[in-house]
Structures are given as structure tokens and as C-alpha cells.
């Protein structure tokens, strides 16, 4: 059994696409409507905000962090831009831009209580998202609209001076795929392309794997994971914006349920929660994985769409218990060999 662990572990990325494909034969087994391409590329923009974040979540448990508070910068961001353009009257694009810098000094000020000041990332992450929710609600009470309600009506067309319409993001498409899909692929190259192909990512493993040893060598690690948690929150704000566009509200709880699907996806990819290793094409498997998962079960099983929340965090726990038991055995194989020697 251990031996067996050991070998999936060390074809993880190949187990997640054998996975993905078997949930295609499953769901479309039980129901064929499950495989209409349009049906899917709905399904993948509806849970965009959970690829998107976890992409540069990947980034943060590299280093041996954890960031919980993306969910709460999505409601952040998209309540800023609706109260900015609704109430204050602002180009609904320049509300997009404050939305991201006000998502990136929300990220600096967690990345600076966890690079330099040494305080838990879990702990402040999660102060961080009820102190982030909290700034939401308060921003959301500055408009004239009831917080229940929400902001609507943002513009579907082409305003003075503008390449696209804000809506666009949301809805429009590019050569007959979603505008979000489109969007979702160039921030997958970009991600791999920083991860594996810059001295940068390669800090972040170094970090990941011994802090220490890093600093020795010259890397500013404080700097480095502290701008792992801006690009983190960066990518909340990317997401927020989209969610608001395509939904054509913006709240300030919008995206509130998607820390376990975040945390899920990323552990799920093969990033450990150690830090030292992690890959975004593993991110981006599973990611897809639980997406059409939570598509699949209610179409095909009549599965209550409240109850999604159970097979992901089984999934969480069966990952995570396997990692732990291949990694034991093979730590005592390792000691088992240096006894010989």
C-alpha cells in the first residue's frame, strides 16, 4: 500500500489527469448533456475566482505560506467598484484600477506581518479576512444601494475612449471562448512562466525548501514572500473584477465560499503545505478537477449544490493523509538505506 502511495505521489500530475479524464467518463456516462462544450466553459467561468486565486496561492505555499484571505479581498475589491462608479461617479475602468491597488496593499500589509514581524501566516490571514470583510460591509454602507441588494447595472457597451466594455469581461467571448477562459490562459503562461522560467520562482523554492540556507545566499526573503502575498491578493482583485462583471452586481460577501476550494486545489495540484514544491500545471489540474466535479455531481447525481463543500474537503483530507503516509515511508526508507551503509 505505501509503495503504491509512493509511485502516485511521484506521478502526481499524470494520476490528476487520469482523474479528470475518469470524471468525463463518469458524468458523461450518467448524463450526456454533461459533455456539451458549452455546458463546461459555463461551468470553468462560473468557478474562474477559485482558478484564478489559486494560481498565486500556489506562489505563497511554495514559500511555507498560507493565504486565506483571498476570498474576502474578492468582496473588497468588487464593493469598491461598485460604490466608486455608482455613488462617485468614477470611469468604471479607473475603479478597476484602485480596486487592484487597494488588493495590493491589502496583500503587502499581511506579507509584511508574516515576513517581518515572524507572526503565522494562518493567523494572519485569517485576521485579514474578517479585517478585510470588515472594510467591505463599511464600504458597502457608503452607498445608497441596500447591501443585500447590490450594485447593478454596469455598462454593457462601449463607453467614451474605451477598447471594451466593462461587462465584456464577464460575458463577451474571443473567438467564440469566454472572455474569462481567455483571460485564465494567459494568467496560467504567465504563472508558469515566473514560477519556472525566472530567477524569482526559483527564490521561491529556495525559500520554500530552506529559509535559511536562502538568506545565506543572498535572497531578501523577507521582500520575496512578502510579494507573494501582494501578487496573491493582486490576483483576488483580477477575480473579484471578473465575478462582478459577469454576475453585473457587485457585494461586498461576493466570493465568500471559496477558501476550501482554494486551499483544495492548490494541495490538490501537488503543492506541499510544507512549502518546497509545487507546480502550476498541478494547480491548474486540479482546479479543473474540482470544478467539474461541482458541476458533474448535481447534474448527473442530484447532488444538492449545498452540499459540494463535503466531497472537497474529503478530498482535502485524503490528499493531504496520503502525502503524509508516503512521505513517512519514504523517510524510514531513506534511513533504512544510511543503517546499512
Known sequence: MKDMLKKVFKHWEMFLVIFLILEFVVFGAANPKFLRPQSIMNSIVNYISV??????????????????????????????????????GLNIWATVAIAVVVAALCGALSGFFVAYCGVQPMVVTLGGSFLYSGIA??????????????????????????????????????????????????????CMWILHRTKYGERLFLIGVNPQAAEYSGINTRATIMSTYVLSAVSAAIAGTLLTANVNSAKYDLGSGYTLAIITAVVLGGTLNTGGKGSIIGTVLASLIICILRYGLPLCFGVSTQNLDLPIGLILVVVVLGREIAGQHMLSHLFKRRRKE
Open 137 to 190: 460591509l463599511m464600504v458597502s454602507g457608503m452607498s445608497a444601494t441596500p447591501a443585500y441588494q447590490g450594485i447593478g447595472g454596469f455598462p454593457a457597451k462601449n463607453e467614451a475612449g474605451e477598447f471594451v466594455s466593462f461587462r465584456f469581461l464577464g460575458k463577451g467571448n474571443i473567438f467564440g471562448i469566454p472572455t474569462q477562459i481567455v483571460i485564465y490562459v494567459v494568467l496560467i503562461l504567465l
Open 51 to 88: 482558478c484564478i486565486i489559486s494560481l498565486f496561492v500556489t506562489m505563497v505555499m511554495i514559500t511555507g505560506g498560507i493565504d486565506i484571505q483571498a476570498p474576502a479581498i474578492i468582496g473588497l475589491s468588487s464593493i469598491i467598484i461598485g460604490v466608486l462608479w455608482s455613488d462617485a
